[in-house]
Structures are given as structure tokens and as C-alpha cells.
């Protein structure tokens, strides 16, 4: 289509299901074996109550409120630690009940010109059919689902929007 890099990108585990926010923080992590004593020496808390709690710790980001937990990283290089502190915290709250699990991936791609950039709007929904009904017809977003290509539950979405 056209020359792009990755400017951008990150992984999210969002779990759905009822979690007491006030047992999460830098310190549990740790005293799990689901972080290092880099990422202690990194730890940013935002807040910690009863029913929140957001904090950064290196290369993991947490939030938690009574209805799900997620954890994310902007660093490629970690996502299968991200991926295995997941594991490590549902394997330790394995009591804890869930309804859903979700992995999302954003990449965010730099093209260099804006000739480029409505081409892949151009390619992905053609203006054509629309020129007779809007005037300077535009693509804001696309999401496109479809099955999975295993046994489980859910689906696979795509959505392609500018960043």
C-alpha cells in the first residue's frame, strides 16, 4: 500500500470480571514475583483507594477498578512480560470471578506525506459511491470483526482510525 513505520505501539490484557482494588500496588507486585526491583525503583502511583487503583512501574502500567483490571505496556520489547504478569495475577487471585479476558494491540503507523495517508483511507473504503452524496467525501474510522480462527469465544477486531 504505502511506506509506513511504527510510531507507535502497546499492548493492553483487560480482564472483566470483580476485583478489589485496594489489595493492587507497586509493593503487591513485587511481593508476588511479578515485577522486578527495577520497576520498584520506577513506580509512579496516581491513587490507590478502595475502588481505583492506577500506577506505572517501568515498562507496566495498572488499572484496577471493581469491575475489571488492566495492565499495559508501550514497550514491544516487555510484551511477553506483560503477558506473564497477566498469567501471575490470575493465577494468584484464581478465586477471583471473571467474565471476560481481551488482549489489545495498538499500532500507530507514520506515513510520510498526506498523500499517503488518505490512500490508505482511499484503499480501505473507496469515495467513489459516496462523491454523488457528500462532497469531499473522508474516511474517520473503520472496524472491521471477524471469528476467531480458534475454538474460543469472541471475536477479532480490527479498527483503523487517525491517531
Not at 57 to 73: D, I, R
Amino acid at each position: 500500500m504505502t511506506d509506513q513505520k511504527i510510531g507507535l505501539e502497546s499492548v493492553a490484557v483487560v480482564i472483566k470480571g470483580l476485583f478489589n482494588a485496594a489489595i493492587f500496588s507497586p509493593q503487591w507486585f513485587r511481593d508476588q514475583n511479578l515485577v522486578g526491583s527495577a520497576e520498584m525503583a520506577t513506580q509512579q502511583i496516581d491513587l490507590i483507594t478502595r475502588d481505583i487503583a492506577l500506577f506505572r512501574m517501568g515498562w507496566l502500567s495498572c488499572q484496577v477498578n471493581p469491575e475489571g483490571l488492566q495492565l499495559s505496556t508501550s514497550e514491544p520489547e516487555e510484551f511477553e512480560r506483560l503477558r506473564d504478569a497477566a498469567i501471575g495475577v490470575l493465577r494468584i487471585l484464581a478465586h477471583t470471578p471473571i467474565s471476560a479476558l481481551g488482549i489489545n494491540r495498538d499500532v500507530h503507523l507514520s506515513v510520510d506525506s498526506e498523500e499517503q495517508w488518505h490512500k490508505i483511507g482511499d484503499v480501505l473504503t473507496p469515495k467513489t459511491i459516496w462523491e454523488d452524496s457528500l462532497s469531499s467525501p473522508g474516511t474517520k474510522n473503520v472496524t472491521i470483526w471477524g471469528a476467531r480462527p480458534d475454538e474460543y469465544a469472541g471475536r477479532e477486531q480490527v479498527q483503523v482510525e487517525p491517531s
